[in-house]
């Protein structure tokens, strides 16, 4: 069973500040990782997607990918009241095959 | 932009009855997904299809069935819907390259 793991929070953090999501999975042959955003009542968003080891970064999203420690994470800057939602991680292997992870919940305070 | 539909944003069903979600995608997309959401599960993958009357089963099949009669267009069946199907349905499409998949609005079903 291919399993990705993320801490289910609340993370709480204040405006303003970085906000650190983590998530590590299970398989060794996974090829692709994805970080959505999903607003309560609504379907996942496209966050940032990620394929090599290093950093991306987009705006005030910077991905991190580790594959030797089976590890990715999502920083967010300048962390919004509006970045309030649940993140979800998907790590993507075969091509049609996604595993979610079951999210972890930011709450941003003014 | 992509743009993937759902016929119902909430659904009430009683035990037994035989249940249709219609999901359509604007893209010319190859693939299609089913997924349900659950608390603290996670999204998990039902069924997918790569093509007009192709699918494959994904993690968990049982009780469900699907239909891809045109490219846009794949539905999921519930043959006889049960109180454990309850639960948020998210169809997602796909094209050929390493993009992600775009959701849909999702479908907030509820089996009493």
């Known amino acids: 069973q291919k399993e990705v793991e993320q801490n289910s929070g609340p993370l709480s953090v204040p405006e303003g500040a970085i906000a650190s999501l983590n998530c590590t999975y299970s398989?060794?042959?996974?090829?692709?990782f994805f970080w959505y955003r999903q607003y309560s009542g609504k379907s996942p968003e496209l966050i940032m997607s990620?394929?090599?080891?290093g950093d991306k970064e987009d705006g005030r999203f910077t991905a991190q990918l580790n594959k030797a420690s089976q590890y990715v994470s999502l920083l967010i800057r300048d962390s919004q009241p509006s970045d309030s939602a649940t993140y979800l991680c998907?790590?993507?292997?075969?091509?049609?095959?996604?595993?979610f992870g079951s999210g972890t919940k930011l709450n941003v305070k003014p | 932009d992509v743009k993937v539909t759902q016929s119902s944003r909430y659904l009430v069903k009683r035990t037994g009855e035989k249940v249709f979600l219609e999901c359509v995608q604007d893209m010319d997309h190859e693939n299609m997904f089913w997924y349900r959401q659950d608390p603290g599960l996670g999204l998990r993958l039902i069924y997918f299809s790569y093509d007009v009357k192709m699918k494959e089963k994904g993690d968990i099949p049982e009780g469900y069935s699907v239909s891809r009669e045109k490219k846009e267009r794949f539905s999921l069946i519930l043959e006889s819907a049960s109180t454990n199907q309850t639960s948020m349905y998210l169809c997602?499409?796909?094209?050929?390259?390493?993009?992600?998949?775009?959701f849909g609005p999702g479908t907030r079903l509820l089996v009493l």
């Open positions: 398989d060794r042959g996974s090829q692709s």
């Open positions: 997602a499409s796909r094209g050929l390259s390493r993009e992600t998949q775009y």
């Open positions: 990620i394929y090599s080891n």
């Open positions: 998907a790590v993507n292997e075969d091509f049609n095959k996604f595993y």
